[in-house]
């Protein structure tokens, strides 16, 4: 295990706890045809032992993931779709009813949240350095930034726009490598009693579930309430509130304010106290958690090769990020899975990373059924299970791996 010397929140020493070698880019997609070199870097993870953050131990430059080819598009979920509707509804209701209000949003991806808030006619501003989404929201009348946030980019807004009431960020801090920039531009833009709120996955909720395919290039931190808090204390920031939610997997809603300015949730202390109990700081935890991981690898790598003994025909449906580690960890490729099934234009046609197994539409899938379908997009499970009703009433039936290996 390599040591790491310095913690990307506080400087401190990072120790690693999991490692799972060379992976290609998650949401590099690679045409049939490429004669292009993938990009490999080293994944692994590790905890810092001063502030506690949870971080991984190689950064893969920025420039590499978010680009004018991105393909993930937030909308692609009518549950998430519903969840940021509301979550907009509730900024909407509560932050954003003085005069003239403004909201930011850091990584609006296709505008799933904006759209709501640009319908309402309030002022506001995405910030999406991925050409590929930041196009699809500005079509759509949201206006957006083409840029990634740090601190230029705040003080730029805080110019042309003056203090921002909310900024907002969904599954987007936790892949911002340079948060001491990200932080200082948070709290030179917000407005003296503005709140930044932001949303990502859960690490209570990872280790509990070994759901290990949350690690991935674009996920570079793993928050706890109490790395978060500590994290935020660093820049005059206070976390006034933590909410959990049932999305992507579980995930925290947390509410950062100027220091003094709120006071604290009863949620937080709780929080605080539930993360004590399942121990996430000691270092043993996270040796079991990776023990874990390597224990669900062989599990789902022995079932897989047991189908395709048996002659049955199995494929993936949801060509994820998150598969990318689930499949160049594991070593699946085109020998255990025919293909994998998704509903974005943008990866059909095309292989997945590392692994190069074909990407098809669902049209595909549902023309032939297979026997089994691995479900790499578990966290949409229920939406997706009731799309695809047919498939189990042809006697199809799903292979899940969170949080354990099952077949339904
Ligand atoms: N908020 C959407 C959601 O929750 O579905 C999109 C999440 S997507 C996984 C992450 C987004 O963050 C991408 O669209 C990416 O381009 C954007 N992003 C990455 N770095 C950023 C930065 N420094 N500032 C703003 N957005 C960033
Ligand atoms: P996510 O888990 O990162 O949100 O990615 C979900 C992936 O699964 C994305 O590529 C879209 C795909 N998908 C489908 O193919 N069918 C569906 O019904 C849903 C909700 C997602
Ligand atoms: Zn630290």
Sequence with gaps: MQQKPFCQICGGPVREFLDFGKQPLSDRFVAPDS????????????????????????EVPRDE?????????????????????????????????????????LGCNDGVMLKTVSESGVRHLGVEPSGSVADVAAASGIRVRKDFFEDATAAAILAEEGPADVIYAANTLCHIPYMESVLRGVQNLLAPNGVFVFEDPYFAD?????????????????????????????????LVDAERLPVHGGEVRYTLARAGARRPSTEVAQLLAE?????????????????????????????????????????????????????????????LLAYISDSTPAKQGRLTPGSHIPVLPPERFRSRYPDYAVLFAWNHAEEIMANEEEFRAAGGQWIGYVPGVHVV
């Excluded at 309430?225 to 500590?230: A, C, G, I, L, P």
């Design 65 to 105: 993931m978010f680009h004018a080819e991105y393909p993930y598009h937030s909308s692609g979920s009518r549950v998430m779709q519903e969840h940021f509707t509301q979550a907009a509804r509730t900024f909407l209701g509560t932050e954003l009813t003085g005069s003239d209000p403004f909201i930011v949003e």
């Design 35 to 58: 004669a292009e070199p993938e990009f490999f870097y080293r994944l692994a993870v590790g905890m810092c032992e001063e502030c506690t953050m949870v971080q991984l131990m190689e």
């Design 275 to 335: 993360e004590d109990a399942q121990q996430l700081t000691e270092f043993a935890t996270l040796e079991r958690f990776a023990s874990a991981v390597e224990k669900r690898r062989d599990e789902l790598v022995s079932l897989l090769r047991r189908l395709r003994d048996e002659g049955r025909h199995v494929v993936g449906y949801g060509a994820t990020a998150k598969s990318a580690t689930v499949l160049n960890y594991c070593g699946i490729g085109q020998d």
């Design 206 to 238: 990872i280790v509990a579930r070994t759901s290990f395919d949350q690690i991935y290039d674009e996920h570079f931190y793993f928050f706890t309430v109490r790395s978060v808090r500590t994290m935020a204390a660093r820049h005059g920031l206070e």
